[in-house]
């Protein structure tokens, strides 16, 4: 069974796809000749023999066979996550589940995708017979979707849920107004309330009340965001929520 699909440059439908099951691999480069399984891409800026993708269990590893070219491997859904594969390194893993390799040829940037849809997960029904009446683990992050500060911190999210990793953040009065359908009481000052107390709430800075107050927090919305689209405290099924009917955010 594969656990690795390659999607080439020009794809033009699912018969395209390259599928690897564990322990195969794919070259990749300039050449057409190689035996094997292949991925051509007929530029004249990559190498003949570029590349190597590796497939395992649930995961793929890249070797960059490339001189002189470090390759850049991106995740599409992550907020500007990416690693770098230098020249000449082998066996580097990949993390992310949508990966797009990002290969420097010229002038041009070009690019494949690899999807890794396999996943195995721990059966924690198991674990949890295994201690009946134990001590609940409390949770990292303890956030209640009903609230108005999750609206918040969504409207915070949404550019970049929505596939631009770097897009600029939303100001407060612009956050003020997409929030307006469904908190139609809202304004700038209730808003920058939220953002203040979803900072101490993620501990990203210390509650009014301590005794040490801490250093002023720059960037507070940037905090936000890389927090909570690193560790999934948003996700992009929890855009419905800006569109729910008025008395549903409280």
Same mark, same amino acid.
């Given at each position: 069974?594969?656990?690795?699909?390659?999607?080439?440059?020009?794809?033009? @439908?699912?018969?395209?796809?390259? $599928?690897?099951?564990?322990?195969?691999?794919?070259?990749?480069?300039?050449?057409?000749?190689?035996?094997?399984?292949?991925?051509?891409?007929?530029?004249?800026?990559?190498?003949?023999?570029?590349? $190597?993708?590796?497939?395992?269990?649930?995961?793929?590893?890249?070797?960059?066979?490339?001189?002189?070219?470090?390759?850049?491997?991106?995740?599409?859904?992550?907020?500007?996550e990416?690693?770098?594969?230098?020249? @000449?390194?082998?066996?580097?893993?990949?993390? +992310?589940?949508?990966?797009?390799?990002v #290969?420097?040829?010229?002038g041009?940037?070009?690019? +494949?995708?690899?999807?890794?849809?396999?996943?195995?997960?721990?059966?924690? *029904?198991?674990?949890?017979?295994?201690?009946?009446?134990?001590?609940?683990?409390?949770p990292?992050?303890?956030?209640?979707?009903?609230? *108005?500060? +999750?609206?918040?911190l969504t409207?915070?999210?949404?550019?970049?849920?929505?596939?631009?990793?770097?897009?600029?953040?939303?100001?407060?009065?612009?956050?003020?107004? *997409?929030?307006?359908?469904?908190?139609?009481?809202?304004?700038r000052?209730?808003?920058?309330?939220?953002?203040d107390?979803?900072?101490?709430?993620?501990?990203?800075k210390?509650?009014?009340?301590?005794?040490?107050?801490?250093? $002023?927090?720059?960037?507070?919305?940037?905090?936000?965001?890389?927090?909570?689209? *690193? +560790?999934? #405290?948003?996700?992009?099924?929890?855009?419905?929520?800006?569109?729910?009917?008025?008395?549903?955010? $409280?």
């Amino acid at each position: 069974m594969y656990s690795i699909i390659v999607v080439p440059p020009e794809y033009g @439908g699912p018969g395209e796809q390259i $599928r690897l099951a564990p322990g195969e691999q794919l070259d990749f480069g300039r050449s057409t000749g190689a035996p094997g399984p292949h991925l051509t891409i007929a530029h004249e800026g990559v190498s003949r023999a570029a590349g $190597r993708i590796s497939a395992h269990d649930t995961f793929w590893i890249l070797s960059n066979l490339s001189h002189s070219q470090t390759y850049v491997v991106e995740n599409p859904e992550g907020a500007g996550e990416h690693i770098k594969v230098a020249p @000449g390194r082998l066996n580097a893993p990949v993390p +992310f589940e949508f990966a797009r390799v990002v #290969l420097p040829a010229g002038g041009e940037l070009l690019s +494949f995708e690899v999807w890794a849809p396999r996943h195995d997960y721990l059966d924690t *029904r198991a674990t949890d017979q295994e201690s009946p009446g134990g001590a609940t683990t409390a949770p990292a992050f303890a956030l209640d979707r009903s609230k *108005r500060y +999750f609206a918040v911190l969504t409207a915070l999210c949404e550019p970049r849920l929505r596939g631009a990793p770097h897009a600029q953040l939303p100001t407060v009065e612009q956050l003020a107004e *997409r929030l307006r359908p469904i908190w139609p009481t809202t304004n700038r000052a209730a808003v920058q309330w939220n953002i203040d107390y979803l900072a101490v709430k993620l501990r990203l800075k210390p509650a009014p009340d301590t005794a040490e107050s801490g250093p $002023r927090l720059n960037g507070k919305k940037e905090s936000l965001v890389s927090l909570a689209l *690193r +560790f999934d #405290l948003v996700r992009e099924d929890d855009l419905v929520l800006l569109t729910r009917p008025r008395e549903a955010v $409280r």
